[in-house]
């Protein structure tokens, strides 16, 4: 069997500003190597084609980055039986549409499959695509027993039409063993070209994503993870985390990971064995091997036992997941955090000299004008306990989420979520009685311009040149990056 794996092209609302390592496509082809007869190739559009940008039609400030879908299907082994392709964030399905109408006509042979956050959360959506199967959930499994013959209709987690009606079977169970997984292939990604930045499109260290757990056991309204990997928390052990790292240091030469997942320290025991053997790792190394948490990290999974145990295994930056200061909003979304615990998390990271990040959500449905202003002077007492930077986003009803359903059914959608507009930090698509659209852009601004003030040089820079020649200057810059790992 030849099997073909590919990342599509993404949309960015202006730059392109990072590029995925693509875990999910190398454990696809990881386990398909391990559980099947298979010739594996992987074609990665976005890092491929970094240097490519057209602007989305009708779409002022979003482009799409990539190669074009002509130079895509042209570059797909001959007699390929199965096709994967990734569709990573809901707005894909434009994206995979395009691809699809491009690549069917000349793989009539192919089977096109489907897997990701896009047919997991919106199914039927994405059989509308042209796709002959969708994988939802966790998709190492049910890929393999397609790839091996067995009848779709009897896998579960599998999506497909069947004379003309789709057909999705039930969600498959969780995998427990997660140390059974094998690594991720990155032998057969362009993984060079990923070290020129990292996964957030940081310069200056060979990084690489690692994901040491799956699942999240909490329930909070905003979050989608729960359609892909399900609420049972699943970790990796120790061992199987530090077997990954030294095999990308001795093959990679990385010397920075980030560590990809929610719920890094939510089994203690489990995190402070890890960070002792980064501990040990970086015993005798010249250059010490450093981490952060891009995706967040429960902040009361903290304590300060911990946080000096990773500040000591490395640990240069922690974003967290704080999403709102008042205790009223934080109810509405189910995000059971407890603010005083918070403030010693940002104080004990100020006193170590752990960098930290905040996420933070305006425009959630229940945020009125006072609960507002709680919520920013509270983020005013975290920054002067020593918080860094705050990440202040626009309230999102993304697909298969609480919010959304709960939005729906009170009539606060403003307009479909699955629009390429989604992606835009100043977009929100929720209106209630305590706000509309141009109240919330004023509490995002507000907010970053008091808690985020730009460096001085920085504010000259934007001044002194037009902001969609700054852009291009970042773009070029990264685009560059890219090209120097090229082959």
């Known amino acids: 069997m030849k099997v073909t794996l590919i990342n599509p092209p993404w949309f960015f609302s202006g730059n392109l500003d990072r590029l995925s390592q693509n875990?999910?496509?190398?454990?696809i082809a990881s386990y398909l190597r391990a559980h099947a007869e298979v010739e594996l190739s992987i074609i990665d559009a976005l890092a491929e084609g970094a240097d490519r940008r057209r602007a989305l039609d009708g779409e002022s400030g979003i482009f799409q980055y990539g190669l074009g879908y002509e130079e895509i299907v042209?570059?797909?082994?001959?007699?390929?039986?199965?096709?994967?392709?990734?569709?990573?964030?809901?707005?894909?399905?434009?994206?995979?549409?395009?691809?699809l109408s491009t690549l069917k006509p000349r793989f009539r042979g192919s089977k096109v499959v489907l897997g990701g956050v896009f047919p997991s959360t919106l199914p039927?959506?994405?059989?509308?695509t042209g796709a002959d199967y969708i994988v939802i959930g966790e998709g190492e499994r049910s890929f393999a027993d397609l790839v091996r013959g067995d009848d779709p209709a009897t896998i579960p987690g599998v999506g497909r039409l069947e004379g003309g009606e789709k057909r999705i079977s039930d969600r498959r169970a969780a995998i427990l063993d997660m140390d059974g997984l094998p690594f991720p292939a990155r032998d057969l990604l362009p993984f060079d070209r990923y070290l020129a930045v990292s996964s957030r499109g940081k310069r200056g260290r060979r990084a690489v994503s690692i994901l040491t757990s799956r699942g999240c056991p909490f329930n909070c309204g905003f979050c989608s993870i729960h359609k892909v990997y399900g609420h049972r928390w699943r970790g990796r052990s120790p061992e199987n985390v530090l077997a990954e790292i030294e095999e990308c240091i001795r093959r990679y030469q990385i010397d920075h990971i980030e560590f990809e997942d929610d719920n890094l320290t939510l089994d203690a025991e489990r995190a402070d064995r890890i960070f002792d053997g980064i501990i040990d790792i970086n015993r005798g190394r010249a250059n010490r091997l450093t981490w952060n948490t891009p995706n967040g990290i429960r902040i009361d999974s903290l304590t300060d036992?911990?946080?000096?145990?990773?500040?000591?295994?490395?640990?240069?930056?922690?974003?967290?997941?704080?999403?709102?200061?008042?205790?009223?909003?934080?109810?509405l979304m189910n995000k059971k955090l407890d603010l005083d615990r918070v403030e010693r998390v940002v104080r004990a990271c100020g006193k170590l000299g752990i960098r930290t990040l905040l996420y933070y959500i305006v425009g959630y449905p229940g945020e009125t004008e006072a609960r507002f202003r709680r919520g920013l002077a509270f983020a005013r007492k975290l920054k002067k306990l020593g918080a860094d930077n705050f990440a202040v986003y626009i309230a999102k009803a993304y697909p298969g989420t609480e919010l959304?359903?709960?939005c729906r059914?009170?009539?606060?959608?403003?307009?479909?979520?699955?629009?390429?507009?989604?992606?835009?930090?100043?977009?929100?698509?929720?209106?209630?009685?305590?706000f509309n659209r141009e109240v919330v852009l004023r509490r995002q601004r507000e907010m970053d311009l008091e808690l985020n003030p730009p460096h001085p040089l920085?504010?000259?820079?934007?001044?002194?040149?037009?902001?969609?020649?700054?852009?291009?200057?970042?773009?070029?810059a990264l685009a560059a990056r890219v090209k120097k790992k090229r082959g």
């Open 458 to 476: 920085v504010k000259i820079v934007k001044t002194v040149i037009p902001r969609g020649i700054y852009g291009r200057i970042k773009d070029s």
């Open 124 to 128: 039927l959506e994405a059989l509308d």
């Open 404 to 406: 959304e359903r709960y």
């Open 23 to 27: 875990n999910g496509l190398g454990y």
């Open 305 to 331: 036992e911990l946080l000096a145990k990773m500040k000591k295994a490395g640990c240069v930056k922690l974003s967290l997941g704080l999403e709102h200061g008042d205790p009223e909003v934080l109810k």
């Open 74 to 99: 042209s570059r797909i082994p001959a007699g390929s039986d199965f096709i994967g392709i990734a569709g990573p964030f809901t707005y894909h399905k434009k994206i995979i549409a395009g691809l």
């Open 409 to 434: 059914r009170r009539g606060y959608l403003t307009e479909e979520v699955s629009d390429e507009r989604i992606i835009r930090n100043d977009y929100g698509n929720i209106v209630t009685e305590d």
